[in-house]
């Protein structure tokens, strides 16, 4: 698949998808000029970036009591 292709499936920018490519996060192959993907190893990182139950907690802050003036 096309690195076009390869970001739209993953939702992401050419640019980032570059980058995870150049990091070694996701294979990649050329011929000549052109930059090819394998679809299954592009669903292999999507599994590969699954998160985990739990681990997203810092993203959200700290439920604020609803009711009443606080010190009551």
């Known amino acids: ?3 076009a ?3 739209k499936r ?3 920018t ?3 998808l570059y980058r995870f490519i150049d990091e070694g996060q996701l294979p ?3 011929f000549g000029r052109v930059i090819r993907l394998k679809a299954a ?3 292999l990182f999507i599994d590969s970036c699954r998160i985990e139950p739990g681990t997203l907690e810092h993203l959200y ?3 604020v009591p609803h009711g009443g003036r606080s010190g009551e």
């Open 10 to 12: 993953l939702g992401i």
């Open 61 to 63: 802050p700290e439920p």
């Open 41 to 43: 190893e592009v669903d």
């Open 14 to 16: 050419p640019r980032t």
């Open 1 to 3: 698949m096309s690195t």
């Open 28 to 30: 990649a192959y050329r």
């Open 5 to 7: 292709d390869a970001a």
